[in-house]
C-alpha cells in the first residue's frame, strides 16, 4: 500500500470505522427505543426525541471511553456534547418530520429514521470531535 493510502486509511478511515461501530450500539438502543414507540402509537416526532436522546447518553459514554482522547473535563466533554448533540436530534428530528409528510415513509417510519441518521454520521463525528479533543481532524 501507498503511503498516501495508508495515511488516508489510518487517518481518514480508520477513525470514522471505530466511531460507527460505537455509534452502532447506541443507534441500536436509539432505533429499538424509536421503534417500540412510534409502532406503539405514540408520536413520532416525541418517539425520535425520547428514543434520540437515549441513544445520546450510551453514545457519550460509548465515546468517552473508546474512542476519543479527551482534552476536556467529563464536565466539559459532556456539555458539548449535549449541546451539539441537542441541535444534531433537532436536525434529525426536523428531517423525520418532513419525511414523514411523504405517506410511504410515514407508513414505513423506520426507513425515514434511517435516511436521518445517515445525513447525521459526519456532523455527529466532527462535532464530537471538538466536544473531546478540541479540535477537527479531517
Given amino acids: 500500500m501507498s503511503n498516501r493510502l495508508t495515511a488516508f486509511w489510518t487517518t481518514f478511515v480508520l477513525p470514522k470505522l471505530k466511531f460507527a461501530s460505537t455509534s452502532a450500539l447506541a443507534t441500536l438502543v436509539d432505533y429499538g427505543l424509536f421503534i417500540l414507540l412510534a409502532y406503539s402509537g405514540m408520536d413520532k416526532t416525541k418517539s425520535n426525541l425520547i428514543s434520540a436522546t437515549?441513544?445520546?447518553?450510551?453514545?457519550?459514554?460509548?465515546?468517552?471511553?473508546?474512542?476519543?482522547?479527551?482534552?476536556?473535563?467529563?464536565?466539559?466533554?459532556?456539555?458539548?456534547?449535549?449541546?451539539?448533540?441537542?441541535?444534531?436530534?433537532?436536525?434529525?428530528?426536523?428531517?423525520?418530520?418532513?419525511?414523514?409528510?411523504?405517506?410511504?415513509?410515514?407508513?414505513h417510519a423506520f426507513l425515514a429514521k434511517l435516511i436521518a441518521t445517515g445525513v447525521m454520521f459526519f456532523y455527529n463525528y466532527y462535532t464530537k470531535q471538538i466536544a473531546f479533543e478540541k479540535k477537527v481532524k479531517w
Avoid at 64 to 86: A, D, G, N, P, V
Fill in 54 to 107: 437515549s441513544g445520546f447518553l450510551v453514545n457519550f459514554f460509548l465515546q468517552k471511553t473508546f474512542i476519543f482522547e479527551s482534552k476536556r473535563s467529563t464536565q466539559q466533554s459532556f456539555m458539548y456534547s449535549l449541546t451539539f448533540s441537542l441541535i444534531g436530534i433537532g436536525i434529525s428530528t426536523a428531517i423525520i418530520h418532513f419525511l414523514v409528510k411523504i405517506p410511504f415513509l410515514d407508513k
